[in-house]
């Protein structure tokens, strides 16, 4: 089955600490996109990046890192720099270019301890 | 990404009522998305309209983009409980635009 897959599903992260959260698609997408989701509120874009080794900035890039060094994989860092991390991250891929339709994994909700 | 204004920001509607949800720029679009997010989910594209004045239908929800390509709407006819749910819509060109979206709540 092609999609993307979002891991893990739960993060719980300690004050100070970077955490990765993962994002693998198989299905041969160029564009991938990371969004953060707070409750009750509309998304918001973090990174994107549409062809490998390249990646832009969104709206709310502040306190997070990402890489894009292979075509499937689209990892998001949440730095220490990042002082109110708590939320629902989306990665989401397509096939090149922001016309074109979105596919979403699962999503990783990230709680502070 | 900069917002487009979606309204309204919640729906509470009866079984078997309707439903619609507005999104709306002061800039041209140069296409408009349709995602629906179920309560703990993921976002899922519904439609993707392009050009001006069209319309498309998917059984009991028809998707409508205005003749100036700068707002759209979705509208549910005979809501059910399985349309509960953030509806949102996106565009895209060379900058991503995004809707705050409508939750939509169907009383059974």
């Known amino acids: 089955d092609g999609g993307i897959t979002q891991s893990p599903k739960y993060l719980f992260r300690k004050e100070g600490q970077n955490v990765t959260l993962s994002c693998e698609q198989n299905l041969n997408h160029d564009a991938m996109y990371w969004y953060r989701q707070d409750p009750g509120q509309g998304l918001r874009l973090i990174y994107y990046?549409?062809?490998?080794?390249?990646?832009q900035k969104g709206d709310i890039a502040e306190g997070y890192s990402v890489s894009r060094e292979k075509k499937e994989s689209f990892p998001l860092t949440v730095t220490s720099a990042q002082k109110n991390p708590t939320a629902f991250y989306l990665c989401?891929?397509?096939?090149?270019?922001?016309?074109?339709?979105?596919?979403f994994g699962d999503g990783t909700r990230l709680s502070i301890l | 990404g900069q917002q487009v204004m979606q309204i309204p920001q919640y729906q509470h509607v009866q079984e078997g009522e309707d439903f619609t949800t507005y999104c709306n720029s002061s800039?041209?679009?140069?296409?408009i998305q349709w995602y629906k997010q179920r309560p703990g989910g993921h976002p899922v594209f519904l439609i993707q309209l392009v050009k001006s004045g069209e319309v498309k239908k998917q059984k009991r929800l028809t998707f409508q983009f205005g003749e100036a390509k700068k707002n759209s709407s979705l509208h549910i006819t005979a809501t059910q409980t399985t349309d509960v749910g953030t509806y949102f819509c996106?565009?895209?060109?060379?900058?991503?635009?995004f809707g705050t979206g409508t939750r939509l709540t169907v009383i059974p």
């Open positions: 996106l565009s895209g060109a060379n900058n991503l635009f």
């Open positions: 989401a891929s397509s096939r090149g270019g922001h016309n074109q339709p979105q596919h």
């Open positions: 800039t041209t679009l140069s296409n």
């Open positions: 990046s549409q062809i490998v080794n390249d990646f």
